[in-house]
């Protein structure tokens, strides 16, 4: 891979890190009772947003909304079928049912997003079918 190809992935990993991050620290900073604060991180986020997008448009992740779509409906697969059962699996071994819990709740929305996405695309395939 060419570098900047990689510095590219690597700066899109970092952004979105950064935003969850900032998005965690003004929840807290909510439930402490310094909205000042939250203002601040909530800010910072929607930067960090920003410049993963940009990143995401010059690695040429970004397609049409028939890609995208056709993407999000059959990409939720692996994390459904594989990633999360194993994460689940492992943190109940390792004794951390908080960290199980936090899997087996994004394993039930991947699978609502998984179908949700699926639905839109046939609709849109239906559509651009009677077109």
């Known amino acids: 891979m060419k570098r900047t190809e990689e510095n590219l992935k690597r700066a899109i990993n970092g952004e979105a890190r950064a935003r969850l991050e900032y998005m965690a620290f003004a929840m807290k900073a909510m439930e402490e009772g310094f909205p000042e604060y ?28 028939y890609e995208n779509l056709d993407e999000s409906a059959n990409g939720e697969d692996f994390e459904i079928e594989e990633m999360y059962p194993a994460f689940i699996r492992e943190a109940e071994e390792d004794s951390r049912p908080d960290a199980a819990a936090s899997f087996q709740l994004a394993l039930a929305r991947e699978r609502h997003h998984r179908d949700m996405f699926k639905t839109a695309f046939e609709r849109f395939q239906a559509k651009a079918k009677a077109a």
Do not use: D, N, R, V
Request: proline share 0%.
């Open 38 to 65: 939250a203002q601040l991180f909530m800010e910072a986020a929607g930067a960090e947003t920003i410049h993963g997008i940009s990143h995401l448009k010059a690695a040429g992740l970004i397609g049409t909304t």
